[in-house]
């Protein structure tokens, strides 16, 4: 390996036979999972979010805290969430238990197709279309009960958007810069139980087939049909 391409901190600490399968940041921390099931993780852990001891961790440094061989994980502002073999269905939530994010954890993920998070919220994608979500709903970030099935969502820091199987695009949750599309309240809110976006490239004929959320921001791209 041409050392100069690889940074000394990486070199450190993965193990030789190990990969990068997932990175996952949130506003002040960064977690790594390895193919090996290993996760690290630095940056400011005071809340836990780091596994222990609790605070600031300025190089990647191993969590511990997890009794599983790790497939993917997502950050919140003051939380990380892992989970395991999609057919075991094990999963932890580190971290602040603001928003009751760690208590209303359900006792499972198995099933899981993808996962993401908020900054105070969880959702988990199943494989069968169905979506789960708990913490922070105070504009009303959480999935409403009858949402069609899900084929691909995106979550940013207050919203999410959700690709249906049939094409359309719903968005819910904080929408005051436009992110969830024209349709909302008078406190910025996506209207009740979400909006729908639509594409101008739907005019012409092409269909929307991917989607992103970002901090206050989202993303849409069609196909080139």
Not at 25 to 52: A, D, F, M
Not at 67 to 89: H, I
Not at 165 to 170: E, K, N, P, Q, R
Not at 188 to 208: N, R, T, Y
Request: aromatic content about 8%; proline content about 4%.
């Amino acid at each position: 390996m041409n050392e100069s391409l690889c940074p000394p901190l990486a070199r450190a600490f993965m193990p030789e036979d190990a990969t990068i399968i997932d990175i996952a940041s949130g506003l002040q921390h960064t977690i790594i999972v390895l193919s090996n099931g290993e996760v690290y993780g630095w940056g400011n852990g005071r809340k836990g979010q780091l596994g222990e001891p609790a605070g600031i961790v300025s190089e990647p440094r191993k969590i511990d805290a997890v009794n599983f061989k790790v497939k993917r994980a997502v950050c919140g502002r003051e939380f990380t969430y892992l989970v395991g073999d999609q057919n075991r269905g094990q999963h932890v939530v580190l971290g602040s238990d603001k928003f009751c994010i760690r208590s209303m954890a359900p006792e499972s993920a198995m099933g899981w197709k993808d996962i993401g998070a908020s900054w105070g919220s969880i959702f988990v994608l199943h494989q069968s279309g169905k979506m789960i979500s708990w913490g922070r709903n105070d504009h009303g970030q959480l999935a409403s009960r009858g949402l069609p099935l899900i084929a691909k969502m995106a979550v940013g820091s207050e919203h999410v958007l959700a690709l249906t199987a049939d094409g359309t695009v719903l968005a819910w949750g904080w929408g005051e810069h436009g992110n969830c599309g024209p349709d909302v309240d008078k406190e910025g809110d996506a209207k009740s139980p979400w909006s729908e976006i639509k594409s101008l490239d739907e005019e012409v004929g092409q269909s929307i087939i991917g989607i992103g959320a970002g901090c206050a921001t989202s993303w849409l791209w069609t196909d080139t049909a």
